[in-house]
Every structure is written in C-alpha cells, then in structure tokens.
C-alpha cells in the first residue's frame, strides 16, 4: 500500500468553481502534513500546512482528520493560474512522503 | 535572496557513465534534502544532510549513490555507474530547521540515462 494516495485526475473545471481534492495516508504515526503545488517541469512549492483543527488560505482551505487519516484541499473561486498539479505531502520522520499528485485545468 | 539551486538543471549521459549532481542550499539552511522523482513515479526521499552530517539515509536506493555535503554547505550526489532505472528529476530541499514547514526545493536536475 502506498503511503500517501490521491486521485490522479486530471480536475478541469471552469474559472470560478470550487473544487476539492482528497488524500489518505497510511502512517498513522505521522506527524505533518501538507498541500504542494508543482507546476509543469518546476519544482514543488509549499502551498499550505494542514492542520487538525482546519486552516484557511484566501481560497484555499485545508481540513486533516487523522482518525481517518484522511487530508483534503479545496480551493474556491478557481482561478485559471490555479492550473497546476497539487500534491498531498505527508512528513514521517525527516522525509517527506509524496502522493502522485493530483491535476488540475482551469478554463475560461 | 538566492533561493536553492542546483546543477545542472539537464543531463545526459550513457548507461555505465558517472554523474554528479550539485546543490547549493539558502544560504544558513543545516538541513539539506535529497529527494528524486522517476518516470511515473511519486517523488521519493534519498536522505537527509543536517550541516555535513548524514541524518538519514535510508532512501538512497542502493551503492551506486554517494551524497557528500563536505563543511556543511553545498552537496554533491554522484551516481557511479548510472543505470538506466536512475532516469529522472533530482530535487534539493533545503530548510534552517528540522521539519518541511521553511523548506524550499530547487528546480531539479532531469538525468536521462541512455
């Protein structure tokens, strides 16, 4: 089983929707977590920590619910610079555990 | 402020061939992060330096990795020799402490292996 799994995509959506990605992860000893961006052939950028108790980013909100162990992004109001793959980050130990990520086309 | 980078940003080279890949943290990050991404594949942990120490390698895939990180500032990660299956992007990562939450990735080197 793999450690951090998400639904590949691809997302497209036009400009304006909301749309929510979704994330497990199987290391219940896990200790941070996190939502990356990564453009095409560009390097992984932080885009938020995710928090138990749910934070919010202007557009963005993250939710972690580590009974399930279960992670969740959901942008609002999409934007077509949101085009992007998002991946699901989970930190066990001094690594990172990277989901595959999940694809995402905004279109006018 | 110059963020993570790393050299060169492409290469080439034939099976059997060594390569060595070179990152330059932020300047003052101790922590100092190797991570790959292979065709296909989720990006996966190498190891991790803290100054010139190795904190944890126990992603490095086999022998044929070496990572040094001589007086604690750049690394290096050689390949020697290079087989086909280590095709793919090699990402630094680098953070002035223990934990992801400052950490930065450089742009990657894309190694083709032919």
């Known amino acids: 089983r793999k450690e951090v799994e998400q639904d590949p995509g691809p997302f497209n959506v036009p400009e304006g929707a909301t749309v929510a990605f979704n994330c497990t992860y199987s290391n219940s000893a896990s200790q941070s977590f996190f939502w990356y961006r990564q453009d095409c052939r560009k390097e992984p950028k932080l885009l938020m920590s995710v928090y138990s108790s749910g934070n919010e980013d202007g557009r963005f909100t993250a939710q972690l619910n580590r009974a399930s162990q279960y992670i969740s992004l959901l942008i609002r109001d999409s934007k077509l610079s949101d085009s992007a793959t998002y991946l699901c980050v989970v930190e066990s130990g001094y690594a990172l555990n990277f989901g595959k990520g999940t694809s995402l086309l905004v279109t006018p | 402020e110059a963020g993570v980078t790393q050299f060169p940003s492409h290469s080439v080279i034939e099976k059997g061939q060594t390569v060595t890949l070179r990152c330059d943290p932020i300047s003052g990050h101790d922590n100092l992060y190797w991570y790959r991404r292979v065709m296909g594949k989720e990006i996966k942990f190498l190891l991790h330096f803290v100054k010139e120490s190795k904190q944890d390698e126990s992603g490095m895939p086999n022998n044929r990795f070496l990572a040094e990180r001589t007086g604690g500032t750049y690394s290096t990660l050689k390949v020697q020799p290079a087989e086909l299956e280590d095709s793919g992007v090699y990402f630094c990562?680098?953070?002035?402490?223990?934990?992801?939450?400052?950490?930065?990735f450089g742009q990657g080197t894309r190694l083709t292996v032919v």
């Open positions: 990562a680098s953070s002035p402490r223990q934990g992801y939450t400052e950490a930065f």
